[in-house]
């Protein structure tokens, strides 16, 4: 069966400074993923997806990056924090066939606090 | 362009009463819906879903209609439990992409 993980659960970081939050996939090969980001009283926000390796979109700009250097792996990044990065970080794939074709399937999330 | 638009809450309600939640939505052509859930500090996890008008997805007591001619997918369960008390979002599949409501928090009391 298939899982995804996210780490770290929670962080705490300075304005200013690097993020790296990682997101893996298992038991399911060339999924689409995505990163979501949940501010504090409010709905998901979609900020970015991956149809493959190397293959990024972004939906909204910001001071955020990300990443996939292999198949399962998707990466959220930053050079340098600030406050309004506070949030609640999803990481998602997605069933690409099957009944479970669209649906999407989510992590357990990084609660991030910028100080 | 395809949008959710769902009631914003929060609601709260006492054990046993019955729930409501209203979605309605935006899309080209025919999308598929969908209801997920966010218990406190976890990720989403899929409720229901429905693929084509007049579907009804169910799970857990939970159910809700995918309706074209209202364009809505209405949220309901019969008697509500204090362990349903979570965020609930409505979400639609278009351009490739599962579009999300602002979700509604759902407080249930003994």
């Known amino acids: ?115 | 362009g395809n949008s959710v638009t769902q009631m914003e809450g929060p609601v709260t309600l006492s054990e046993e009463a019955f729930l409501t939640i209203n979605c309605t939505y935006t899309a080209t052509g025919y999308p598929s819906l969908f209801w997920y859930v966010q218990y406190p500090g976890e990720g989403l996890q899929l409720l229901l879903k429905a693929t084509k008008a007049d579907d009804k997805g169910s799970n857990k007591g939970f159910e809700a209609t995918y309706r074209k001619e209202t364009t809505s997918f209405h949220l309901e369960k019969g008697s509500v439990q204090v362990s349903d008390s979570a965020v609930y979002f409505c979400a639609l599949w278009g351009a490739n992409n599962l579009f999300f409501g602002t979700g509604t928090r759902l407080t249930v009391i003994p």
């Open chain 1, 1 to 115: 069966s298939q899982t995804i993980h996210q780490w770290p659960a929670t962080l705490v970081q300075p304005v200013g400074s690097p993020l790296s939050l990682e997101c893996t996939v298992e038991g399911t090969s060339n999924p689409n993923l995505y990163w979501y980001r949940q501010a504090a009283g409010r709905g998901l926000q979609l900020l970015f997806y991956s149809v493959g390796i190397g293959q990024i979109s972004s939906e909204v700009p910001q001071n955020l990056s990300a990443s996939r250097p292999q198949d399962r792996q998707f990466i959220l990044s930053s050079k340098k924090l600030l406050l309004s990065d506070s949030g609640f970080y999803l990481c998602a794939w997605q069933g690409m066939g099957g009944s479970s074709y669209n649906e999407q399937f989510f992590g357990p999330g990084t609660r991030l606090t910028v100080l």
